[in-house]
């Protein structure tokens, strides 16, 4: 009863949007990421974008002001990962903060030697364990562009990762024989990783098991072949997490 009763709660928020269709035009032709998308996969997606746009709130940091245009390509981008799992996969959390361009939080760290030191590093993303997620417009706005990076994404699926607990590399599972398959594909593929730089995969993903699934993440939705020709273990079991297939989508779509 109660999953009926959401399906038609979020049946009415999907009829209700003031978005016209000449905004999600514009926003699609932007984000040529999603050329390769079936007409019911962009209508899916669209459907998820109102969604996350009505459950979580932009905020402009700076005095940034997050026009409606702005929301939809971080929220196009934003649904990509999900779009065969759902929006409670991003359930949990509530604000999306967008700076004008790379941020430089301070933190303090603790050394080797005990002592705190006050860093400041220029960020273009975070997302943080039942917190926001923290985007640069500067760099989110050309996000969508194919060139294997992808910071929306990137972002997104730390959520993901973030579900089961601390960003580790490993996301919940649909399966108890996926669960099972992925520490050994993975953990293979990142050791390998950290001797062995590959052609299209930034070195960022060597820095922690976390960052290997973000990293690898956006190739396998921008570049699925270099990540297939990469690690192929790997690509599927993405493909099982994500239940897509970017290398057959782009072949069926000619
Ligand atoms: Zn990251």
Known sequence: MFKLFKKWRQQ??????TVSPASWDKAFQQLPLLDYLSEAERNQLRRLAILLLHEKSFIGAHDLDVSEAMQLLIALQACLPILHLGLDWYSGWTTIIIYPAGFAPKREVVDEFGL??????????????RGPVILSWEDSETAGIVDG????????VHKLDMLNGAADGFPPQHKRA??????????????????????????????????FLAVLSEVFFEKPE???????????????F?????????RSSG
């Open 178 to 211: 996926q669960a099972e398959a992925w520490p050994e594909r993975f953990s293979t593929a990142y050791e390998d990783f950290q001797k062995n730089p590959k052609p299209g995969l930034s070195r960022y993903g060597a820095t922690a098991p976390a960052e």
């Open 149 to 156: 990076h992808n910071v929306v994404i990137h972002e997104f």
């Open 242 to 250: 994500f239940r897509q297939d970017p290398i057959k989508r782009a």
């Open 226 to 240: 270099v990540l297939y020709d990469a690690y192929p273990k790997v690509y599927e079991a993405l493909s099982l």
């Open 12 to 17: 009415q928020i999907i009829s209700r949007s």
């Open 116 to 129: 705190v030191h006050t860093v400041k590093n220029e960020l273009i993303g975070e997302a943080w364990q």
